[in-house]
Every structure is written in C-alpha cells, then in structure tokens.
Nanobody, 122 residues
C-alpha cells in the first residue's frame, strides 16, 4: 500500500496559479500511475490528471487541459499538479491517487490521500 500526503491547497483568486504537491511513501512500481482527482461539495469525484510513474506519459480531463500540468520528481517520490488560470469551478478537495493503469474512474485507484482544499474566489 502506498501512503499519500497532499499539500499546497488554499484560497486564491480567479486567474491565479497554485501548485499542489503529493509526497508518497511505500513502493510505487515503474508502471504504476499517479494522479489527481477532485471532489466539489455534492458532486462525484472527478478525474483531473494522471502520469505514468516511470515513462511520464500523461492524461488530462478536458476541463483542465491546457491549464493544469502534472509532473513528478522520482528521486523525491513527489507528485505535483501546477494549476494555472484557476476558475471558481475548480473549487474542490483535491486528492492524490495511485493505480496500476490509466483510468478516469475513481474505483480503479487503490491508494488515496486525505485531500487538500482548493478554493477559487471570483
């Protein structure tokens, strides 16, 4: 089991940027996928972005494509998502996740962090 701890959330204004970090512990295999989901109040968990741990292949939700960039630092075992041009609709709790393969389905991700809140004021 992989342990995940997110940080970097906060209150920002629309148009601002923010970078979330996720420190990992435990074994992440080269072919594993790490990523981010988010959940707004009253909504389902939504896929945001994912990256193959070794190869660096990425995938993004259409809603964040071109604004968010997922990256990783393998020696530090840390995952990031750099969020630009934030919108009020990006307001949510953001979760760091890992899985064995790419998927946009929350049920396919077997490790979850506790989440970090991002609030974007208009």
């Amino acid at each position: 089991q992989v342990q995940l701890v997110e940080s970097g959330g906060g209150l920002v204004q629309a148009g601002d940027s923010l970078r979330l970090s996720c420190t990992t512990s435990g074994r992440i295999s080269d072919n594993d996928v790490a990523g981010w989901f988010r959940q707004a109040p009253g909504e389902e968990r939504e896929f945001v972005a994912a990256i193959r741990w070794s190869a660096g292949t990425t995938a993004y939700a259409d809603s964040v494509k071109g604004r968010f960039a997922i990256s990783k630092d393998n020696p530090k075992k840390t995952l990031y998502v750099h969020m630009r041009t934030l919108k009020p609709e990006d307001t949510a709790t953001y979760y760091c996740v890992t899985a064995n393969a790419f998927s946009t389905q929350a049920t396919e991700y077997n490790s979850w962090g506790q989440g970090t809140q991002v609030t974007v004021a208009s």
